[in-house]
């Protein structure tokens, strides 16, 4: 019972976060306009200074096995998170195709970025957040390719190439310095710079996640959404987490990439399909739904998937 307190005790500054967030904008603390600056600083600046900090040093990385499997993991339970929603779709009382592919995607995909990290950060420590990065770089790959062939029913072209970014860049970068034992040789003050501009990363992108829900908080209004919304719920936070959890147990790998697995087991659905629903043609009000349900829900399941998957696992 101790173990579960600690896990929710990790979990819920992460929504009250979220909630500072939605405060700020309704406020008009934190403007709309300034949305595309502070994520470009996020995404350009913050995250690959985190990324750095966690993978220089990271004993974890110097394992070829979560080098290579971790991509491939984050990549497959996408995918197949993806086909069991969409199989379901009919379920779902949403009679439109676009509803339709909008709910696979959403209920499919899980949050793998500014929930679980701070998670990891307090529940297992910097070496699992390394292979949380390297895993998340499959997880990138399956959004842009069958995530957006889901949403669009269409070839994904060229947007593909946004998976080519950045934070990518510095997880290469990262660890090829991680190989040559950068942490050895780099100027102190610059690993403590990345650092400190790391540490920022997380709770300026919980906030902009927490504005940017309160922004479409308008469009959760429906009556007749309950059943997708409860079916949502079924499937990103009950169905999956058990394939996730026996994944773990028995996928011959490192202890750090089965406490990768077990903390995107229990995670809700991820924000970013509502910003790629209302860019390609989804419905961002089916997006909106499945994600604020499980992210409400995800305040009970997330402590008890935790607890019962590193039990299960044994780790």
């Known amino acids: 019972m ?11 500054p992460v929504f009250c976060v979220v909630g500072a967030g939605a405060l700020m904008r309704k406020l008009e603390w934190l403007t709309e306009e300034a949305d595309q600056s502070l ?15 966690s ?24 995918a197949a998170g993806c086909a069991l929603a969409w199989g379901c779709r009919r379920l779902t009382g949403l009679s439109g195709i676009r509803e339709q592919r909008t709910f696979a995607l959403t209920a499919g995909m899980y949050n793998y970025g500014y929930v679980p990290i701070p998670l990891a950060l307090m529940l297992f420590g910097q070496e699992t957040v390394g292979v949380l990065f390297v895993h998340n770089v499959g997880t990138e790959t399956a959004l842009w390719t069958v995530g957006l062939v889901l949403l669009t029913g269409a ?18 970068l990262g660890l090829v310095l991680n190989t040559a034992g950068g942490d050895r040789w780099i100027p102190t003050f610059l690993l403590t710079t990345a650092k400190m501009l790391g540490q920022c990363a997380i709770p300026l992108g919980i906030v902009l996640i927490g ?21 949502g719920c079924l ?15 028995y996928l011959p790998c490192s202890v750090e990439l089965k406490r990768v697995i077990i903390l995107q087991a229990a995670m809700p659905a991820a924000v970013f399909p509502i910003v790629m629903a209302k860019h390609y043609g989804g419905d961002t009000a089916t997006a909106l739904r499945v994600v604020i349900s499980t992210s409400a829900l995800s305040l009970i399941t997330t402590p008890i998937w935790i607890r019962l998957g590193t039990k299960f696992a044994g780790i």
């Open 2 to 12: 101790n173990e579960f307190w600690t896990v929710l005790g990790a979990v819920l």
């Open 211 to 231: 504005a940017t829900m309160a922004d479409q908080l308008h469009e959760f209004h429906s009556h007749a959404a309950w059943k997708a919304m409860g079916m």
């Open 55 to 78: 993978i220089l040093g990271n004993a974890a990385l110097h394992q070829i096995g979560n080098i290579l499997v971790a991509p491939l993991v984050g990549f497959g339970t996408v």
């Open 155 to 172: 070839s994904p072209g060229r947007e593909w190439r946004k998976i080519l970014n950045v934070p990518l860049m510095a997880i290469v």
């Open 39 to 53: 994520l470009r600083i996020i995404i350009n600046v913050l995250s690959p200074c985190l990324i750095l900090d």
């Open 235 to 249: 499937v990103r936070l009950v169905v999956l987490p058990l394939g996730f959890l026996v994944l773990a147990r």
